[in-house]
């Protein structure tokens, strides 16, 4: 944790705004923080970059944007001309630690939005995104970016790495009975399903819509690298090695992921005691909402909150949670939005207020 | 145009926040409504109506919500305990009336989203929406609650008629045409494409989800309310008489709103022309946005932007123009809310800025 | 299993076309029964009846088969009127056995496709469906219909109970595992989506379009009336008490289900040979393809194909095998033919020719 | 019109089938094609081929046809091999008349898929395809592959110029109008709204899943190649010079055209005369329904119908149609399929008459 963090804040908080800029501004995840850092109230989004489309205008490309924020591409070395107190990273795994190895951590903050920072040790990535990591110093000073799970951590670090959309899903699903030593940390099957935004922005045979329309299927079996996110995290909560079944699924919708987890109790327990492990652990979260009724992707489209459900199933002594977010929210952009605001001392909701898009 | 609004107004902007109300509350406008002054930095919602559903929170029958806004639905009745600057009535068509007579408009003004004032004339209503009408003196007193046809009306009205969402997009997308005495205005051809939340929140046979999906149709031909509408208010602002060829069709989605229009002009004409007519007549316009390609319909999803594209075809000597809007947004709770801010004096953006949800 | 079968299959054999007769025919299993033996080369529609409906045309209340299938709807009594040699009951569960009560095996065969003749007891029965079994004695001469299992006990049945659709799929996703003796039969977890058709063609709330559109939830979980016809048929097989966790999910499209499950061996496996297990299980069934990557609904869909991949993850040690079907084919008219197919003594695949329908 | 045709036929209705072959067997029109070809009793599907995927079989690319269809892709050279009736192209435009001036009209007919031979001028070609035509001495020789405007001129072609999907949904909305001289032939607007297969099979930014879901937009206005197909045929049984403001629209579907036509009446005419323009014109037509109330695109969904609806707008005088087909087959493989039945002097229907699969 960098200790330059305090004192760089208070400074910033003497000026009216502070500064951010997103790196790798065209894809999804780009456009949905510029979607968001648009319409903060304390932040300035000083600098959006792309190495291929640097020039153009990012309406251009996202014609949503159009007379509302119609600022030019520049190139990733122009970071450097902005006195940032923040960077997003939105570049593709892999490429991300470049950017941070070249830059340090002195001059601005970073949210990395890749898996590059996410899991605990340079052995595990290589292992999992087949290729070193050039800069695994920095693994260690990273905080993995969930409130729910690390806020004090979050605040005070110089380098966040943000959840992956799937590992978002699956923990807050979870954490509760894991860290509450309630499941067989062994036991956990993680049945996920994703839209289509998950798969980025890049036109791929799958993702061509006569492909996808009225279809669906499970993907990634085995051997998909949110595994190791997700048992990294949970791990470090859970009191005895855990490992998960995780197994994603592709929705034909654009955005949303619905994660169905099953395991074991360790204990006797009950329905109730299920249920009130959920609301007591969650009860001050403001974007975790624990309700009555299994949630729905559409009840949290286009805004921050997870919707959680936990039951017990007497016959056959299986606890189930589910868990509905938006994928490039609370699963990307929004949570990368949340962690900025810890980061930087603000109320944490702050830009993330709006509700949800149903109907 | 009553004379008390801005007396009132005046004294209102001395508190805190303006109070509104929404009757109707558990329909897909209402809920809009509900979602759009939330956020509203200067409105307080005091109280949202339901006759079927009073005592049960909105939350409830719309889990979007939860957490967020709670509130209780009540009784109609009780609009008369709140000291209300203003109230949208979001009830179906041949209800609000009866409403607006009771009420009147002494205590608040009014936004009616329904068809109930959007017409010049009782006979006119009689005729197409086969109901007396019940209190015919207000039809003269309420404005069409268009800010891009009638902004200075409706900041003086106290009962603006919220315009029809095909009507939105059809006169947004022709209004430059026919004032500008371009078109001949015998000749317009409306061919409209919604999503399927236009047709209301009560499930019907063709809004069975197997039955929509993968489908796609047209209804209401020759016959559609919306029809005298367009005339009636393009009317307003043509030379000659107007007549409109209006198709309505339902797309296999849930929000939204295309109409792609057809006309003749009636003097030498260009593409430039035509589309230099569009920008110099949207050039103020915060929310009509004038493009040099074909809108799409999630370039303004969630979001009161109304795209346009104009063009004219040499080879056949038509006009071609295309307009694409949120149903529930710009045609219908996004333009309420933008009526509300013209007549409570704020800046008529405001509470709108979201910008669309795309991907 | 009635004596009498295979005495009327001669007598009929000679005559050029077996008669039949759809019970309930304006249901979405109706519709799809009258669209397959439609085509059917030795078949003959002789009545379709509808209660509610009976003097339409079933193409005034279907019009995609207008002029091809225009057939009038009869009550339910007509169909002593013609010397049927087979019924296929398309009605709901707790109507069906009201019918088979009412005639009878003596004059016709029967294939009852609602739940009501698939649990081997009045008494499961009675706790899963809350209503008393009007006709028990039914019970015990009834074949479950799923040929890959049961094909010579349902050529010779009078009475034949169609799978259901979750069932169907999820059998055939476990057969080779529990038959075989490879897994714990206490180990079952099943993860189930289906499209909307499988609610029925009723409009409801939550099937209304604009709320399934996007969308993406859980239902029924630990208490859909599928975990009995499962536990019970696959327990059919297993030398131990098996015990299924059982989860449907409602996918946003009009056909398909895809089944996830995993399990636990109880001995020492491979990849190799769970993959065997299905390929020599399944070798010479026609309508059940395994294969060598994970399903997709869409490579099924219009067929009566049941497409199934299994693998084994050595990492965690369970497997976990998808299906994936036509819920209204193989899961309801299309295995309905198939198993009228074997009562006639047709070739089993008779009528089902047709490739799915993708893209 | 090739005068060996006849004699051939005689010669090959001696043997037991037809044999054809399809060249460019991966593309959409390619699969939909062998899923006809497949079934149809009187042909035998005797070489598929592909330039980039020869030596892999068709189900390898298309896993629904595992188990069904897995023949090998051959490449184009050993059409020779073979001793076939018939060839189907389903090239790209461009390509298609290379094959056509290569291989000539003596060894086997040609259905062309493509737009190479649908126009009828080498110069009105060049123009809109903006290449200049390779092989202009077989345009003439070319019959345009609509049955129900040219069933004889078929039968007896040797090369089968087969319509363009939004041709075909316009001509047959619009031919009982044209031919019989109602309409002005100047005021024909068409208004076009297709599903997304009709773009392809190659993965394009638009058609990325996130990119289409929930989206609707037009494209291609006053360009669109089908202009002059349209303007082409239409004109050859139009008293005058024809002309159609054509604009085509992307459906978020995956199959099915809806066209919705606007012209003007050059006579007195009501409603009844123009339904039975219809109702006499289509009355022997198997695949073309005349219904009394708009078309859906589900109720064609994977058949070769063609619904048509025909209305007269007193109030405006103007006349309305609309028509349904499925881009795939009564727009591209079902009628090339049906072309050929007309070709082997087959039933017309022979082959297509699976119902629509609806829902």
Redesign the interface.
Same mark, same amino acid.
């Given at each position: 944790m960098a200790k330059g963090s305090t004192k760089r804040d208070v400074e910033r908080r003497k000026k009216s705004k502070f500064k951010v800029g997103v790196v790798g501004a065209t894809g $999804?995840t780009g456009?949905e923080l510029?979607?968001l850092l648009?319409?903060h109230p304390d932040v300035s989004l000083e600098i959006i970059t792309s190495q291929s489309k640097a020039g153009k205008k990012i309406s251009e490309l /996202?014609?949503?944007?159009? &007379?509302?924020?119609d600022k030019e591409l520049e190139p990733m070395e122009n970071i450097k001309d902005h006195e940032l107190d923040l960077v997003f990273l939105a570049l593709p795994h892999r490429v991300s630690m470049d950017f941070v190895k070249d830059h340090g951590l002195d001059d601005f903050r970073i949210i990395d939005l890749s898996g590059d920072f996410r899991l605990d040790s340079a052995t595990l990535y290589e292992k999992w995104y087949e290729k070193e990591h050039v800069c695994p110093e920095y693994i260690e000073q990273s905080a993995y970016g969930m409130p729910e799970l690390n806020r004090d951590t979050i605040r005070n670090s110089d380098l966040v790495a943000n959840p992956g959309c799937y590992p978002t899903s699956t923990i807050l699903a979870l954490l509760p009975l894991v860290k509450g030593g309630i499941i067989d940390p062994k036991s956990v099957?993680v049945?996920s #399903?994703s839209?289509?935004?998950g798969a980025g922005?890049? *036109?791929?045979?799958f993702? =061509?819509? *006569?492909?996808?329309? &009225?279809?669906?299927?499970?993907?990634g079996? #085995?051997h998909h690298r949110h595994t190791p996110e997700i048992e990294t995290i949970l791990g470090t909560v859970s009191n005895d090695p855990l /490992?998960? /079944?995780f197994?994603p =699924?592709l929705? *034909?919708?654009?955005? &949303?992921i619905?994660t169905?987890t $099953?395991s074991q109790p360790i204990k006797a327990i009950n329905e109730e005691l299920v249920q009130d492990a959920f609301l007591n652990f969650y009860e001050k979260e =403001?974007f975790v909402?624990v309700?009555d /009724?299994?949630?729905?992707? #559409?009840?949290?489209?286009?805004?921050n $909150?997870c919707?959680v459900y936990a039951?017990y199933?007497e016959?056959?002594g299986?606890v189930?949670t589910?868990s509905?977010i938006d994928n490039?929210m609370k699963g990307a952009a929004g949570q990368a939005v949340q962690n900025m605001n810890l980061m930087f001392g603000l109320i944490e909701k702050k830009g993330l207020?709006?509700? *949800?898009?149903?109907?």
């Open positions: $999804y456009v510029i979607r648009f319409l /996202q014609p949503s944007l159009e &007379g509302i924020f099957i049945d #399903k839209g289509v935004t922005a890049s *036109p791929k045979t993702t =061509h819509f *006569p492909n996808q329309f &009225g279809n669906f299927f499970a993907y079996l #085995k /490992q998960v /079944q197994t =699924h929705l *034909p919708i654009d955005r &949303g619905l169905t $099953y =403001h909402r309700i /009724q299994p949630p729905t992707i #559409k009840n949290v489209r286009g805004s $909150y919707d039951t199933d016959r056959t299986r189930i589910i509905a490039l207020e709006s509700p *949800p898009l149903n109907p």
